[in-house]
């Protein structure tokens, strides 16, 4: 009895899931409960602006540890604040305590809120579960079994921005020994291995300068496989600078030539991804038909006696698992295909983005991860002149590689 009563509590639990429902006993900083529908939140504006400057700090190259301290110097109230003011909840924290209090932005609860998918508009039930029906204890709930909902509510962040800041957080930025932040931390790639480039100083007796590495090459040395793919700051700096100078003057010269080049310059490229994946998904989804034409031939020779049971369920095995392999590979392959178009509005993103940033005569970290997603760089080789030679890719956000 008392199982049946928990299974049919889930079951009920889980239909309101499936329909859109957000049962919780309070809304996240940024929304309120709607006050005519059940289970429904609706954005409340005069906190959603803190969460859109939150996520736009982020995304300009910030760290949840500077973001507070701007929130703090810019007395923005935390959300512990709004709560206590408007039903009296956290009284604790601020009863009777100073006015910086209600200013304390706590970093991981910033952390939190940059990776909730709720500002997206979707909702992610089950993140928590006990260990067993003996076992009460809570333990998170792998991504994977989590039950994503999308759409179910009014998104404060856009899915590109989302994105973005996402990729923001898996890149590490630490703070540098003399307490500055490294404005390519994240950005740079090794060309050969593909893992990121480490910060170092060289010091000599007659110089200091920076420069970048190999992060596997410097932590392995020969053994990692890797080479030292070696190149200074100052000579990276110069060139990444003198591209996004050369970029934003001829956004600010002639916008339409500028957006018409940027649409076709990976047409080639784009149109030979196109074709293969095109020439897979085509042979994927025509072998799939053939094995479903298979699979319910076996079962009619089964039902008609033609073959054991044993040589049944050991086809039907066989037949399954193709069939499984071929329907996560289209699903692959049409994903493919529709990321490997350049739209217009890609490019109309990039070039909005870089005019926001005309005429730059430095290099900062908000300029670089607005525009920039990564730079990869080649190991250097001596040229026929005999000089040394260093191939630098950048690829821009939106629109990828150009120069």
């Given at each position: 009895m008392a199982k049946d009563t928990s299974r049919k509590i889930k079951g009920a639990f889980r239909a309101k899931f499936l329909n859109g429902e957000r049962v919780n006993s309070m809304a996240p900083?940024?929304?309120?409960?709607?006050?005519?529908?059940?289970?429904?939140?609706?954005?409340?504006?005069?906190?959603?602006?803190?969460?859109?400057?939150?996520?736009?700090?982020s995304f300009h190259g910030m760290g949840v540890n500077r973001i507070s301290k701007l929130l703090m110097d810019e007395k923005i109230p935390c959300p512990g604040w709004f709560q206590y003011t408007r039903n009296g909840g956290c009284a604790r924290y601020f009863?009777?305590?100073?006015?910086?209090?209600?200013?304390?932005?706590?970093?991981?609860?910033?952390?939190?809120?940059?990776?909730?998918?709720?500002?997206?508009?979707?909702?992610?039930?089950?993140?928590?579960?006990?260990?067993?029906y003996k076992n009460k204890r809570m333990v998170r709930t792998p991504d994977e079994k989590c039950l994503r909902i999308e759409g179910t509510h009014e998104a404060i962040i856009t899915p590109d921005v989302?994105?973005?800041?996402?990729?923001?957080?898996?890149?590490?930025?630490?703070?540098?020994?003399?307490?500055?932040?490294?404005?390519?931390?994240?950005?740079?790639?090794?060309?050969d291995c593909g893992l990121g480039m480490r910060y170092g100083i060289q010091s000599s007796a007659k110089s200091q300068y920076a420069y970048f590495m190999c992060g596997k090459y410097r932590d392995y040395q020969t053994k990692s496989g890797c080479t030292t793919h070696y190149i200074r700051y100052d000579t990276l700096y110069a060139y990444v600078l003198a591209r996004i100078q050369h970029w934003s003057a001829r956004a600010i010269q002639d916008e339409d030539a500028l957006l018409n080049q940027l649409l076709s310059a990976g047409d080639r490229e784009r149109n030979a991804a196109k074709k293969k994946q095109t020439t897979e998904l085509k042979k994927a989804t025509k072998r799939k038909a053939e094995v479903d034409g298979l699979f319910a031939k076996l079962y009619e020779d089964w039902a008609a006696g033609?073959?054991?049971?044993?040589?049944?369920?050991?086809?039907?095995?066989?037949?399954?698992?193709?069939?499984?392999?071929?329907?996560?590979?289209?699903?692959?392959?049409?994903?493919?295909?529709?990321t490997?178009?350049?739209?217009?509005?890609?490019?109309?993103?990039?070039?909005?983005?870089?005019?926001?940033?005309?005429?730059?005569?430095?290099?900062?970290?908000?300029?670089?991860?607005?525009?920039?997603?990564?730079?990869?760089?080649h190991q250097s080789v001596k040229g026929e002149d005999g000089e040394q030679e260093q191939e630098i890719e950048i690829f821009y956000r939106f629109i990828g590689k150009i120069d």
């Open positions: 900083f940024g929304y309120v409960k709607h006050p005519e529908i059940k289970n429904k939140l609706m954005i409340d504006e005069e906190t959603a602006w803190i969460v859109r400057k939150i996520f736009d700090l009863e009777g305590q100073p006015e910086e209090k209600r200013y304390v932005w706590s970093q991981p609860y910033l952390r939190n809120i940059l990776k909730d998918e709720t500002y997206i508009g979707n909702t992610i039930h089950n993140r928590w579960g006990t260990v067993s989302f994105e973005t800041v996402q990729k923001q957080i898996a890149s590490r930025r630490r703070e540098c020994k003399g307490k500055r932040t490294q404005i390519f931390a994240g950005l740079l790639k090794c060309a033609r073959i054991t049971e044993y040589n049944f369920n050991m086809l039907t095995a066989k037949y399954q698992a193709e069939q499984s392999e071929l329907a996560e590979k289209i699903d692959t392959l049409t994903a493919e295909l529709d490997v178009k350049q739209t217009e509005s890609d490019a109309r993103k990039w070039v909005d983005l870089i005019q926001q940033y005309a005429n730059p005569t430095e290099l900062t970290a908000p300029l670089l991860n607005a525009l920039i997603e990564k730079v990869v760089v």
